[in-house]
């Protein structure tokens, strides 16, 4: 996204005189272009898409959407080996410790610049320190710009809340659970008024009791790496007290039944938000517009409370030219454009996604804004003021396959396939293998 100076059209108006017969000559329209993008979800949006063509008409957005983890993973290396990517890739920041790793695979970004004469050199005071990290190689070569920030709070159902004898106010709610601990518990309360034919049925509290993991983990300093200051980074899940702690917090809430047996992006799940089969979920800012889409019936029936334990974090992206991009200053042009703050604040009142740019926190026009649909909660305030409470996490290269590892054990003990115990017996000797 461009900065807040006047946009310049790629379209060139101006005529050239000719001395010689006397008259003015158009000149030539700019070349039309197409602007190759790998992304998944919704990371680009509809509505800034039809933005860009409006301002750019010669540009065309050819979006293929793919899942993250094909994406970020066989595709991308296929196409870095082979040298035939797209213009941009969009890179979750799950795989960001990897792709670091490997910043021959991408245009330095502080090599080129757009329109206003900007490079990702002079940019990089737009964004949250520790997110612009994130696409930063280890050679210091800028390879990705973020996107938005997955800030983390519950959406609950005042509905429910009320059915079960629990108060409906955001405030009161979010006194009810400043601990997991208290989180757990108020679930266990919940419980307490769902019939024994709707637990049979598979009604819970929440969604998933299985989402309290990487909610608990990111709310330490360390996950799987410590930053040593090497490129690598030293792994320390086995010993990071935090990852332990998440496991064994997200045990105690599937020991105490307060989730569903629903998985999450599943066809049941979806239904489930309508229906009521569950009263709260752990929602990054980007899950709003996915309730509404899914539940439009249920409008002003949720609400947002604060995230127990302190602020949350869910996800995020960073925009990429891979080295291999044929289209790369078009495909600058349309990043700087797409992600600066003017563009952020309009993605987060349209679609929920959160800004990584901090100077729209104290903007009214996102502090001040609310949403009908959850209760006209000050939505803006409230995943303002949880991200404001984060701290950098030191993402490592073999991240993502260690998430793996962990969900696939903490599945084990939710199908009670194994003892939590068990399960991350074999998750240590799982990570061994992958990790060497």
């Known amino acids: ?206 969604d998933s009791a299985g989402t309290i993991y990487s909610a608990v983990l990111n709310q330490g300093t360390t996950k799987y790496y410590l930053n040593d200051g090497t490129d690598t980074g030293k792994l320390v899940y086995a010993t990071n007290p935090q990852v332990k702690k998440a496991w064994d917090t997200t045990i105690t809430a599937l020991n105490a039944g307060i989730g569903t047996r629903i998985s999450q992006f599943t066809a049941d799940w979806n239904v489930g938000m309508t229906k009521g089969t569950f009263a709260a979920m752990l929602a990054p800012a980007w899950m709003m517009d996915y309730i509404k889409s899914q539940a439009p019936d249920t409008a002003g029936k949720w609400d947002i409370a604060s995230m127990p334990g302190g602020g949350g974090n869910q996800g995020g992206t960073q925009l990429t030219i891979p080295a291999s991009a044929k289209n790369k200053q078009a495909a600058w042009d349309f990043i700087s454009w797409y992600l600066a703050p003017a563009q952020q604040l309009k993605v987060f009142k349209t679609y929920g996604l959160f800004p990584s740019t901090p100077s729209l926190y104290t903007d009214p026009a996102l502090t001040g804004f609310s949403d009908p649909f959850f209760n006209n909660a000050p939505v803006g305030k409230i995943y303002s003021a949880g991200i404001l409470k984060l701290k950098p996490i030191f993402e490592g290269k073999l991240n993502r396959a260690i998430d793996q590892a962990m969900g696939a054990g903490l599945g084990r003990v939710a199908s009670k396939k194994q003892t939590a115990a068990q399960s991350w017996a074999q998750v240590l000797s799982d990570l061994k293998k992958v990790t060497g």
């Open 1 to 206: 996204m461009l900065r807040k100076s006047k946009l310049v059209s790629l379209a060139l108006i101006a005529g050239v005189t000719s001395m010689g017969l006397g008259m003015v000559t158009p000149a030539r329209a700019a070349d039309p272009v197409t602007i190759t993008i790998w992304t998944f979800g919704d990371v680009i949006e509809p509505a800034l898409v039809k933005d860009y063509k409006a301002l750019h008409p010669e540009v065309t957005l050819q979006i293929k959407k793919s899942d993250l983890d094909p994406l970020n993973g066989t595709n991308m290396v296929t196409a870095c080996t082979a040298g035939n990517g797209p213009d941009i890739a969009a890179v979750e920041v799950s795989y960001s410790g990897y792709w670091r790793s490997y910043p021959r695979c991408f245009t330095d970004l502080r090599t080129i610049k757009n329109s206003d004469g900007k490079s990702a050199k002079d940019i990089a005071g737009d964004y949250l320190p520790w997110r612009w990290a994130q696409g930063v190689g280890y050679d210091d070569s800028v390879i990705g710009i973020p996107t938005d920030v997955g800030g983390l709070e519950v959406a609950y159902r005042t509905d429910l809340f009320k059915k079960a004898g629990l108060p409906t106010d955001r405030t009161k709610v979010s006194a009810l659970w400043p601990t997991w601990d208290k989180f757990i518990a108020t679930g266990k309360q919940y419980m307490k008024s769902v019939s024994a034919a709707d637990k049979k049925s598979g009604v819970g509290f929440m």
